[in-house]
């Protein structure tokens, strides 16, 4: 993993951050021109001394970012090769080899109200992958009734691991156990953050028998993977727009099982939602899987079933 | 008897001159024909395919033929270290271990290292417009120069003869 992020950054740090990413569990690495260079832990933010590789928490001894590091890493991180990741730009990150996202931010040249390029990029966020299998293993058996998979909608507020739990959803639906047989699972990764696609091979662990559409919208994605791959389970993440809602019906019209996830922090701020009323009036959705921050910051996994009776 | 044998030699030396001579125009206007290709290959690759360079100078250093096979091999192989942000030096650096296997007048030369600022844009559009620059630099250079071998080609048979006959004239 290490050598896939210290590639990215320019030679004259790359020795001495090799050392402190082999004694520090880094979870992102910021990147801002003419500031200190921060690395973010689960406890807290440290700058970084340059002569001694070390983590510090005052910026005096800090490296200073210069706009020809963030040049070189540009360069570096895109593989000599900026213009292939154009579109990607415009979304505002990248994916490396390994899974890791590095979101970019700059000055923005607009085109009729839309992102048209990036012209400056001047700040880096280089987010480490953390793969967390077998998380989901306690709900899995939750979502399967025979051979298919209960219509299931993941619930949560921002930051606890939907998508986290989602992927490992998608591995053990798509691999199968002794008890279960593995299920085609077609995954639409419109921001490549499930599979985390690197030129279109997916980074994580998302399956034997799953295939991804990446960087492809919701709609268009679940509709595509309908008409070519036959999955019997289609799994997206964050359904939010009208369209996405529509693309669901064509799915559950087609005999296909859902997995989808929402930004909702219970089951009754998911039942404000004005989209979902209808379904759940019709009892549509035959699972609810809430994440939710526990006791002592743990996270707190409930199941409910079509009736909102909680399972586990 | 001696003098037949010196006619001879005369004769094959002026044959063996002659050949070498259209040998190396051939080879010079080949090497142009096939850079012009690459040249082709390598922006429709960044432009139309989004391709990345690594991969682009790997498979071109499987495909091209000599003496540009080597030189995109050693391209590559440095690019896959990730130690020089300037590609377009880079180019250029390498490009000069490689100066005497390519059969180019200086002008000529010059395009071949111009190409490696290609590498270095950003931009698809201007990735197209600086490749079609080079293009028709090229073009024009390949007009010029078949046009040149053409006439050096008659040129040397010409006097390559004529210098043979008379040596022989001499001699006999």
């Known amino acids: ?204 662990d998302v399956g034997i028998h799953t295939d991804v559409m990446d960087g492809c919208s919701k709609p268009c994605g679940m509709l595509m993977l309908l008409r070519s791959m036959a999955p019997q389970v289609i799994a997206v993440d964050e359904l939010g727009g009208e369209a996405d809602f529509l693309a669901v019906e064509q799915v559950l019209n087609c005999g296909c099982s859902i997995l989808g996830t929402i930004h909702a922090a219970d089951i009754n701020e998911m039942m404000q939602k004005t989209r979902l009323k209808g379904w759940l009036e019709q009892e549509i959705f035959e699972r609810f899987i809430v994440l939710e921050y526990g006791e002592k910051n743990c996270r707190k996994i409930s199941v409910y079933d079509e009736k909102l009776e909680q399972l586990c | 008897m001696l003098k037949t044998f010196g006619a001879v030699l005369i004769l094959l030396a002026t044959a063996g001159f002659i050949c070498c001579m259209i040998r190396q125009l051939r080879e010079h206007d080949r090497q142009l024909l096939l850079w012009k290709e690459y040249l082709w290959k390598l922006q429709n690759g960044m432009e139309g395919w989004n391709s990345l360079l690594t991969e682009l100078f790997e498979e071109l250093s499987h495909t091209a033929e000599a003496p540009f096979a080597e030189f995109f091999e050693e391209m590559a192989e440095n690019l896959k270290k990730y130690e020089r942000s300037d590609i377009d030096r880079l180019w250029c650096e390498i490009a000069k271990n490689y100066q005497k296997q390519f059969m180019w007048r ?18 698809k559009e201007m990735i197209l417009k600086e490749g079609k620059l080079l293009s028709d630099r090229m073009s024009f250079f390949i007009q010029k120069a078949q046009k040149e071998t053409r006439e050096r080609e008659k040129v040397s048979i010409y006097l390559s003869l004529s210098a043979g006959i008379m040596l022989i004239l001499l001699l006999v």
């Open chain 2, 106 to 123: 200086r002008d000529e030369w010059e395009i071949f290292l111009d190409s490696g600022k290609l590498l270095s844009l950003h931009d």
């Open chain 1, 1 to 204: 993993m290490s050598e896939q992020i210290l590639s990215v950054f320019p030679i004259h740090m790359r020795e001495k951050l090799k050392k402190t990413l082999e004694t520090t569990r880094v979870e992102e690495l910021r990147v801002r021109v003419n500031r200190p260079f921060v690395l973010r832990t689960q406890a807290q933010d440290y700058f970084w001394d340059i002569q001694s590789g070390q983590c510090i928490t005052s910026p005096g001894q800090a490296y200073f970012i210069t706009e020809k590091d963030i040049s070189d890493m540009l360069t570096f991180l895109s593989r000599y090769s900026i213009y292939a990741y154009e579109e990607e730009l415009k979304s505002g990150y990248l994916t490396l080899e390994g899974g890791h996202r590095v979101g970019v931010a700059g000055h923005v040249l607009m085109e009729n109200g839309h992102v048209g390029k990036m012209s400056r990029i001047t700040f880096l966020n280089i987010r480490i992958a953390q793969e967390y299998k077998g998380c989901a293993e306690q709900i899995y058996p939750y979502l399967l009734k025979h051979d298919r998979m209960y219509h299931t909608l993941l619930l949560s507020a921002a930051g606890i691991g939907k998508t986290t739990y989602l992927r490992d959803l998608i591995r053990l639906l798509a691999t199968g156990d002794g008890q279960h047989a593995p299920l085609r699972v077609g995954v639409v990764d419109e921001r490549s953050e499930i599979a985390a696609g690197y030129m279109g091979i997916p980074q994580h």
